[in-house]
């Protein structure tokens, strides 16, 4: 095994030379070699050899510790590069490894200079120094197969030029000398000839490749390895045999003359190329031998059919018995037979054909879905292929359907079976013709027949039954008016016994009415309405209304048949349309009204449209393809409801009058209109209250109640007051009253809220009297604010926002400081002066009250 060595200092040659290390610190050292070179070695040139099998046996791995020399697997050792070696001797290590790298060793080889010495043969000349090295001339050898010996058989002698200046030794090694097999060839190491042992099997070894070593004495090598090959020449000693011990081809029946069959091959061992491995094909014998349907390419080994005949229904396998030999087929050369097989592959060219050429059967009549008949066919094809399964046909006499024919996949019959129930009272026998082919489509063979469909005839006996009645046909129309009134008569549906060919003894009943329109005569099976008849009724459907008849005779049987009652179109309904419609302004100022008729096509469209006189003013209608109109406004009406009468004609002048609810609304959309409505018929009156609005009384009736509340407060903490107003007070301040209503008008002439400040007690009896009891005044009063005198010309309640008065907030911005001030002053004052000037109205309380007048200011406990 060579070994390339790296340039010193690279990352390879480190870790080389710490493989060697740890190498060299673990391996166990074996015998020391001393080899003696001259002092000049040219590169590539063998040192010397070492037995390395002395040392490990079998290595695997062979290192050298310096990168100057190498060493191959069989320890010859050369140089890298060229050397000079000094006076000193040189020496280097050989390591040696197994393959799992269990055992190490290290061989040491201690290189020498010296001055040339040369061992003399007697009567030798000198030689001439310095001379160059060639490398040995190859000579070819060939060793003969199966050779006789006598062995050891000599096959050649290698001779070195080093001989004449050295004592040389010749070795060789490689398959056939230590390697296998093992000991075929040796040399004489002094005269260099090479010896054969024993015979050698070209099917074995054709070749071998062994080098030859020349050495000196001491295990100098002055010349390379030679390489030798010797190769075996082959001897006749291998007979062909077939590839494929069983081997089958198939063919189709009927084919042409030339058709290939199949290939055969054979198998020689010998060497190729040669006499020996060229084989030739042979048919010995063809079983059936009658008559001669193959034939065989002697060199390719093809198969080819010879005539046309092959019929698989005469012979459906051939055998045929081969023969291959080598040397060309001469008779000397080696031969083995075998045996192939040929299968015909089936072919439809026979034609089905029927046992009978007639049958004859029977069936009862309005008998269906029951069998009749099976036939039997016979056919030549395989069986179960399509080449010889039976496809039935009725040819004749099927005319009406009430017949069919199957094949039956088990038995290849044909079964026949009726479908359509038969009629005695009609036909009282039927006579078919049935023909039968295969599924495979007839072969196109030159020697095949034209198809030919083989037929039978069938004849079908219809046998007579007492039967029911028949409802022929199965739904019978009749025609009526639309809108005919009840008690009429109608045509109704008739029913016939088979037998009598007539409808008597036969009974009606009706089985299926939805809106219960007749009543039926059992007898007779006629109709008598009980409805008038209407073509828009939804139990209608295009224009027809079904009846279902139940026709039974006195055995009971019965038949069903349906009635369709085909109304004709009566002009009977004026145009429908909506009686309510909306306007959004916001988006239109029309609505498109469209009008329905419940009439046929014939009576309905195209409409006209007429406006009442009465409201021409306000709006104006406009016919639209004479199926729609719009209303339109002639300006802008205000929100509310509007009433149009308006008059719609169909094609043939039919009319109704109707009068339209139209909404008008300040909407996008007609359901915000329709829910803004709904809430308006609830509140009554009219008036939609805004989000505005709402949010206003919200906030008016929370500042009330802070109001309310703060007096409350106040009259509270001031429990220690006395009482403002003597007992006697209270009744020069009363108004007579009868009822719980707003009292009488204020007769003084002039009601004056003074500017000083006045003493009250309860604010809230006072506002609570001067702003909700709905006091009227017929003469002006004066508010005084700021400084300036507020009058009111107008009558009506205080406090009301109407024009000429002044707003709510107002007289509070005025009374509520003052009214404050009075109710302090009340308070502080022992005297009660200032309880003189407040005005309190009073309401009568009715009669009979366990209580007394109550004072405005009035705190008194009593009992």
């Excluded at 040192?47 to 060493?71: Q, Y």
């Excluded at 058709?259 to 014998?285: C, N």
């Excluded at 592959?345 to 054909?353: F, G, W």
Aim: charged content about 25%; overall charge negative; aromatic content about 8%.
């Amino acid at each position: 095994m060579a070994v390339a060595c790296a340039a010193p200092g690279s990352t390879f040659s480190k870790q080389l030379l710490f493989f060697l290390l740890v190498l060299v610190l673990f391996c166990d050292a074996c015998q020391k070699v001393s080899l003696h070179v001259p002092s000049h070695l040219k590169a590539e040139t063998p040192v010397g050899k070492v037995n390395l099998e002395e040392c490990l046996k079998s290595p695997s791995l062979i290192l050298s510790s310096d990168p100057a020399f190498r060493i191959l697997e069989d320890g010859t050792i050369y140089t890298t590069h060229d050397l000079l070696l000094s006076s000193e001797k040189r020496g280097f290590s050989i390591l040696l490894s197994d393959g799992q790298g269990q055992e190490q060793k290290k061989l040491e080889v201690v290189l020498s200079a010296r001055e040339k010495k040369v061992f003399r043969k007697r009567h030798t000349k000198e030689p001439v120094h310095n001379r160059s090295k060639r490398r040995w001339a190859p000579i070819p050898c060939s060793l003969m197969e199966n050779s006789l010996g006598p062995f050891p058989q000599h096959i050649q002698q290698i001779q070195s030029d080093a001989a004449q200046n050295y004592t040389i030794f010749y070795s060789i090694s490689g398959p056939g000398v230590d390697k296998e097999p093992y000991n075929l060839f040796y040399i004489e190491k002094d005269t260099g000839d090479i010896y054969c042992t024993r015979s050698i099997d070209r099917e074995q070894y054709d070749q071998f490749l062994v080098y030859g070593y020349a050495t000196t004495a001491d295990g100098y090598a002055p010349d390379y390895p030679l390489p030798l090959l010797f190769k075996v020449e082959d001897d006749n000693d291998n007979a062909p045999y077939f590839e494929t011990k069983l081997t089958v081809f198939s063919v189709p029946e009927n084919c042409r003359s030339g058709t290939s069959v199949g290939q055969v091959t054979a198998i020689d061992k010998d060497e190729p190329g040669t006499l020996h491995t060229r084989l030739k094909y042979k048919i010995l014998q063809q079983i059936p031998d009658q008559p001669k349907h193959f034939s065989i390419h002697p060199d390719t080994g093809v198969i080819t059919t010879t005539t046309p005949l092959l019929d698989r229904e005469k012979c459906d396998t051939y055998k045929l018995v081969m023969e291959v030999r080598d040397m060309g087929g001469q008779p000397f050369g080696l031969f083995t037979t075998g045996t192939i097989t040929i299968s015909l592959e089936d072919e439809n060219d026979n034609s089905p054909y029927f046992t009978q050429t007639s049958y004859t059967t029977e069936v009862e009549e309005n008998r269906i879905d029951v069998e009749i008949l099976r036939m039997v066919v016979h056919d030549q094809d395989l069986p179960n292929t399509p080449h010889s399964k039976a496809v039935y046909t009725i040819l004749k006499g099927n005319e009406n359907g009430n017949f069919k024919i199957t094949t039956d996949p088990n038995t290849n019959e044909g079964v026949l079976c009726v479908v359509k129930p038969l009629n005695y009272e009609v036909s009282r026998q039927v006579t078919l013709q049935i023909g039968v082919l295969n599924e495979a489509q007839f072969t196109n063979a030159a020697n095949a027949q034209p198809p030919t469909m083989c037929t039978t005839t069938v004849t079908v006996k219809i046998k007579d039954r007492d039967e029911g009645p028949e409802c022929q046909p199965p739904v019978k129309v009749i025609q009526s008016k639309d809108g005919l009134p009840a008690g009429q008569e109608l045509l109704g549906y008739k029913a016939v016994d088979p037998e009598t060919s007539s409808g008597e003894g036969l009974r009606y009943e009706m089985v299926g009415d939805e809106d219960n329109w007749f009543e039926i005569n059992k007898i007779t099976g006629d109709l008598r309405t009980v409805k008038v008849l209407d073509r828009e009724s939804k139990f209608v459907k295009n224009n027809q209304y079904n009846i279902s008849v139940v026709a039974t005779d006195t055995a009971g049987r019965s038949c069903t048949g349906t009635l369709v009652v085909l109304l004709e179109d009566f002009n009977d309904h004026p145009p429908q349309i909506d009686k309510e419609v909306t306007i959004c302004q916001q988006e239109k100022d029309f609505a498109v009204l469209e009008p329905i008729d419940l009439d046929g096509p014939d009576n309905g469209p195209p409409f006209q449209f007429l406006l009442d006189n009465s409201s021409s003013k306000l709006w104006t209608l406009e016919s639209q393809d004479g199926k729609r109109a719009i209303l339109r406004q002639r300006h802008n009406l205000n929100y509310n409801y509007y009433s149009v009468p308006i008059q719609i004609q169909d094609r043939h002048g039919f009319s109704a009058k109707h009068v339209l609810s139209v909404r008008v609304c300040d909407c996008t959309t007609p359901t915000e209109c329709r829910m803004a409505v709904k809430e308006e018929r609830d509140a009554k009156p009219n008036i939609i209250l805004g989000k505005w609005a709402i949010l206003a009384m919200v906030l008016g009736s929370a500042l009330l109640l802070c109001i309310l509340f703060t007096c409350f407060c106040v009259t509270t903490t001031k429990r220690t007051v006395k009482k403002c107003f003597p007992d006697d007070v209270a009744q020069q301040n009363l108004i007579v009253s009868n009822t719980e209503g707003p009292g009488e008008e204020v007769t003084e002439a002039n009601i004056r809220l003074p500017t000083q400040t006045a003493n009250i007690c309860d604010t809230s009896m006072s506002v609570g009297t001067l702003g909700g009891q709905g006091i009227k005044t017929q003469q002006s009063f004066e508010m005084v604010k700021g400084g300036h005198t507020l009058e009111s010309h107008k009558g009506g309640v205080l406090g009301a926002a109407e024009p000429g008065r002044y707003a709510y907030t107002d007289w509070q911005t005025f009374t509520q400081p003052r009214l404050g001030e009075k109710v302090y002053l009340c308070g502080q004052a022992e005297e009660h002066k200032h309880c003189e000037d407040y005005v309190r109205p009073y309401n009568y309380e009715g009669k009979g009250s366990m209580a007394g007048s109550v004072g405005c200011c009035s705190d008194r406990q009593e009992e």
